[in-house]
């Protein structure tokens, strides 16, 4: 059965650097999401993407985060520098359309330190 | 605004007894609901979805909800759970192209 893939599972990570989550969408699926879980909160939108642009994206998503499908099969979300608050569990999503059901990976957690 | 609130953070119960998992939401336009299940250390996965026709919606492991638009409720029911149920559920609503999900409940199945 077709699934969402990211990598890394786990990442740690020094307040200020940079992180690069990765995904690998469901193949013929042409929306893309991004959510995160902070510890013990709700599962956040961040954004999504289609047609090679942000779709759509949350107050959260500020300019330190960027998506980028950097080939036919990726789809990552960049973190330019993190902080401790950063920290928590990031979900990619891809759906076959706007409006149909998303299929989420099994998430990567990050921890700031 | 839409928004969605699962009204108990954990539930434990007994095997084979029967749950409920309560949820609410607030939405002026139609709405579309789900249930997302996360199991120990793995990602979301969808249980059941209401878009349109029949109230009534059932996953194949044996979990329904009713989606009653009165009452502006989505309750996950099962009528008897195994250990093997243990895990987060999230209700949520979509609003255009994106899903907002309530707090989710950590469902605790004990033999």
């Known amino acids: 059965e077709p699934e969402v893939t990211q990598t890394p599972s786990h990442q740690v990570t020094q307040m200020g650097q940079e992180v690069i989550l990765r995904c690998v969408p469901i193949?013929?699926?042409?929306?893309f999401y991004w959510y995160r879980q902070i510890l013990g909160q709700k599962v956040e939108f961040l954004v999504s993407?289609?047609?090679?642009?942000?779709?759509?994206k949350s107050e959260i998503f500020d300019d330190q985060f960027s998506v980028e499908r950097p080939d036919g099969s990726n789809f990552t979300l960049k973190i330019r520098s993190t902080k401790l608050e950063d920290s928590a569990m990031y979900f990619c999503?891809?759906?076959?359309?706007?409006?149909?059901?998303?299929?989420f990976g099994q998430g990567t957690r990050l921890t700031v330190v | 605004a839409q928004s969605v609130t699962q009204l108990d953070s954990q539930v434990p119960v007994f095997e084979e007894a029967p749950v409920e998992l309560r949820c609410n939401y607030s939405?002026?336009?139609?709405?579309?609901l789900f249930w997302y299940v996360q199991y120990p250390n793995q990602g979301l996965q969808l249980l059941l979805k209401?878009?349109?026709?029949?109230?009534l919606v059932k996953s194949i492991n044996g979990f329904e909800a009713e989606f009653n638009k009165s009452q502006t409720s989505f309750h996950l029911r099962k009528p008897s759970v195994h250990i093997s149920d243990t895990a987060e559920y999230f209700c949520?609503?979509?609003?255009?192209?994106?899903?907002?999900f309530g707090q989710g409940t950590e469902l605790s199945v004990k033999p």
């Open positions: 999503a891809s759906s076959v359309a706007r409006d149909t059901e998303a299929f």
């Open positions: 193949s013929n699926h042409l929306y």
């Open positions: 993407f289609y047609n090679n642009e942000i779709s759509e």
């Open positions: 939405s002026s336009v139609s709405v579309y």
């Open positions: 209401y878009l349109s026709g029949s109230t």
């Open positions: 949520a609503v979509r609003r255009g192209g994106k899903l907002i």
